[in-house]
């Protein structure tokens, strides 16, 4: 897309000191990435995007988010999966352990995302290496249609 995907667009945010936090433009963005795994979540059965991370999130000129790079996506065709799959940094606690685990995987990487927009930075860059191997337990993750709730109503108040 000729917005280019969202990493790039943070690192140029990055170099000219662009204001870190939110504002519309990033929480409009977050919206449509979650209004994505909305969906994708809602499928029967579930798809799981597995390598959800801001290089595959691509941007128009109106900064309008589309999710790419479906190729590990996969159905949920059981109650939980295990392949370790997606990339590190983004990658769910319980995918890198090679535990079982289900769409709330992607809401692991959805949360790095918005730690992303809010920073420009890359994942865990001031993170203390202890913080890096911390274990976010997956059923204290919200659903894609509940982060969706949150953010519509972040976004209907004046940023």
């Not at 590190?88 to 535990?99: K, T």
């Amino acid at each position: 897309m000729e917005g280019g995907d969202l990493r790039t667009m943070l690192n140029d945010f990055e170099k000219a000191n662009h204001p870190t936090g939110f504002d519309r433009e990033k929480v409009t963005i977050a919206l449509h990435v979650c209004h994505a795994l909305t969906y994708l979540h809602s499928l029967e059965p579930p798809v799981i995007h597995r390598d959800l991370k801001s290089r595959n999130i691509l941007l128009n000129e109106m900064l309008e988010a589309k999710l790419t790079d479906f190729g590990i996506s996969r159905e949920r065709l059981d109650r939980t999966m295990t392949a370790g799959v997606g990339t590190s940094l983004w990658m769910a606690p319980e995918v890198m352990m090679g535990e079982k685990y289900d769409v709330k995987a992607d809401m692991f990487s959805f949360g790095v995302v918005l730690s992303e927009l809010d920073l420009h930075t890359l994942p865990y860059t001031q993170a203390k290496e202890e913080m890096q191997n911390s274990h976010g337990h997956p059923t204290m993750r919200p659903s894609a249609a509940e982060a969706l709730f949150k953010l519509q109503v972040i976004l209907s108040k004046e940023l």
